[in-house]
C-alpha cells in the first residue's frame, strides 16, 4: 500500500528489553541507520525518507509527568503571512476531516512557523522505561499516518480539491503496482 512500509521490517539486529525512553529511540533509529541528533535525555530528532516527503521525527520526554511525546514534521508548511484565508480555511476543514478518522494522534497545524504536523504521546509506567515494541508502534502510527494522509493535504491546499474530495482521493487504495 504505502511505499514506507517496506522500510519497516522488523530488523533481526533490532534490540530487545526496555530502556529509558530516549535511549530506546536511539537504538531504534541505529538499527534502521536513521539520522539522528539527540539532546541529552529529553529529546531526540530523526530524518526519515518516506514515498511523499522527508519527516522529521521529533521525540520530546517530559520525565516529572512520564509522558513521550512524538512529532512527524510533514515537510508542508502554510506559512500564516502567506497563507490567504480560503487556503487557511481547506487546511483547518481537511485537518479535521482527517482527524475524525485517527483513532491515536492527530495532525495540527502550528501557526508559528506554518508546519503541519503529526503528534501523539504514550504515558508510560513507573520505571519509565520504552520497549522495543513501542518504539516501533511509535514510529510506525507516525509515519503510517503521514503517508495516508499527505495527499489529502496536498490536494486541499494547493490542489485546488475541496477539503471532502481531497480526503476521498487521497484514501483511494490502489491494486497491483505500476
Same mark, same amino acid.
Given at each position: 500500500? !504505502?511505499?514506507?512500509?517496506?522500510?519497516?521490517?522488523?530488523?533481526?539486529?533490532?534490540?530487545?528489553?526496555? @530502556?529509558?525512553?530516549?535511549?530506546?529511540?536511539?537504538?531504534?533509529?541505529?538499527?534502521? +541507520? !536513521?539520522?539522528?541528533?539527540?539532546?541529552?535525555?529529553?529529546?531526540?530528532? @530523526?530524518?526519515?525518507?518516506?514515498?511523499?516527503?522527508?519527516?522529521?521525527?521529533?521525540?520530546?520526554?517530559?520525565?516529572?509527568?512520564?509522558?513521550?511525546?512524538?512529532?512527524?514534521?510533514?515537510?508542508?508548511?502554510?506559512?500564516?503571512?502567506?497563507?490567504?484565508?480560503?487556503?487557511?480555511?481547506?487546511?483547518?476543514?481537511?485537518?479535521?476531516?482527517? +482527524?475524525?478518522?485517527? !483513532?491515536?494522534?492527530?495532525?495540527? #497545524? #502550528?501557526?508559528?512557523?506554518?508546519?503541519?504536523?503529526?503528534?501523539?504521546?504514550?504515558?508510560?509506567?513507573?520505571?519509565?522505561?520504552?520497549?522495543?515494541?513501542?518504539?516501533?508502534?511509535?514510529?510506525?502510527?507516525?509515519?503510517?499516518?503521514?503517508?495516508?494522509?499527505?495527499?489529502?493535504?496536498?490536494?486541499?491546499? #494547493?490542489?485546488?480539491?475541496?477539503?471532502?474530495? @481531497?480526503?476521498?482521493?487521497?484514501?483511494?487504495?490502489?491494486?497491483?503496482? @505500476?
Amino acid at each position: 500500500m !504505502w511505499g514506507y512500509k517496506g522500510l519497516m521490517q522488523h530488523h533481526a539486529e533490532e534490540p530487545q528489553g526496555t @530502556a529509558p525512553p530516549i535511549d530506546m529511540l536511539e537504538l531504534y533509529f541505529e538499527s534502521h +541507520n !536513521w539520522t539522528f541528533e539527540r539532546d541529552g535525555d529529553e529529546e531526540i530528532v @530523526a530524518s526519515v525518507k518516506g514515498s511523499w516527503s522527508d519527516y522529521e521525527l521529533r521525540a520530546l520526554w517530559r520525565e516529572d509527568d512520564r509522558v513521550l511525546q512524538f512529532i512527524a514534521q510533514t515537510g508542508i508548511a502554510v506559512p500564516r503571512d502567506k497563507a490567504d484565508p480560503s487556503i487557511r480555511s481547506a487546511l483547518f476543514e481537511v485537518l479535521g476531516l482527517i +482527524n475524525e478518522q485517527l !483513532w491515536i494522534g492527530h495532525f495540527e #497545524w #502550528w501557526s508559528v512557523d506554518g508546519a503541519v504536523l503529526f503528534r501523539h504521546a504514550v504515558l508510560l509506567d513507573s520505571d519509565e522505561s520504552l520497549s522495543m515494541d513501542q518504539a516501533r508502534s511509535l514510529v510506525d502510527a507516525a509515519i503510517d499516518e503521514c503517508e495516508r494522509h499527505y495527499p489529502a493535504l496536498q490536494f486541499a491546499i #494547493w490542489g485546488g480539491k475541496s477539503p471532502e474530495e @481531497a480526503v476521498r482521493a487521497a484514501l483511494i487504495e490502489t491494486v497491483g503496482e @505500476a
